[in-house]
């Protein structure tokens, strides 16, 4: 089964300095049939105006990804991690027993746009900890490359759960499917451009919550980028 989800559906917050599009419920965006899906919990996408950002604050137990879409994002931690994220890498925090960071947007002339994910962890009240990981353009052209995993296959950071991330860039002709073990189930969220999931149209900000079904067939895209997470 497949369930499409437009962009359009999502929770909005405008903050001035920040826009962001909730896919699932999130601060005073509360909707009791999209809380999580699995244990996927947040995919948030954030455009952050330039010369501001988010303030030293603290996470727990969550399982923390950043992926920039355009511009960076400067990012602090009390673990004592400093570093730039940009298009291409792919940024991994448990916050375990808990970990406080701030994420600023440094170039005075030019947007962020990104996509933060929470994913629940397998097990509480681990010690925190950070990675990241740069994958080449070349490992996303018409293919899923594996960026975030439970056991760090294939270069991707490590997560502690049972989750596997991929994305891949799309266009004209150029195909993927993913296999999906028995018992699993699919979220995918399209980043932007264009695609077809499984025969379904997506646009930029349209999701599809994929149970029961042994594959996800991506095609037709039109400068697509998409995120496929396969989930318990």
Not at 154 to 159: D, L, P, Q, Y
Request: net charge negative.
């Amino acid at each position: 089964m497949i369930e499409l989800r437009p962009a359009h559906a999502r929770g909005f917050a405008d903050h001035g300095w920040l826009k962001s599009w909730h896919s699932f419920s999130f601060a005073s965006y509360q909707d009791p049939e999209h809380v999580q899906f699995g244990p996927l919990r947040v995919i948030n996408e954030d455009v952050i105006a330039p010369g501001t950002g988010f303030g030293m604050h603290g996470h727990r137990d969550m399982e923390i990804i950043t992926y920039v879409l355009s511009g960076a994002i400067s990012h602090r931690d009390d673990m004592g991690h400093e570093s730039v994220i940009r298009p291409g890498s792919v940024q991994r925090m448990s916050a375990g027993t808990g970990v406080r960071h701030s994420e600023h947007n440094r170039d005075s002339h030019v947007a962020t746009h990104m996509l933060q994910i929470w994913i629940h962890p397998n097990r509480i009240g681990s010690l925190p900890s950070y990675e990241e990981r740069d994958v080449d353009a070349s490992r996303k052209r018409g293919r899923l490359a594996l960026v975030a995993s439970g056991d760090g296959a294939e270069g991707s950071v490590t997560i502690q759960q049972d989750v596997r991330l991929w994305a891949g860039c799309f266009a004209g002709d150029e195909k993927a499917r993913l296999a999906l073990r028995a018992g699993r189930r699919a979220y995918v969220h399209v980043a932007r451009g264009a695609l077809c999931i499984n025969g379904q149209s997506l646009g930029a900000g349209d999701a599809a919550r994929i149970t029961n079904e042994s594959q996800v067939d991506i095609s037709g895209g039109d400068a697509a980028e998409v995120l496929v997470f396969d989930l318990p």
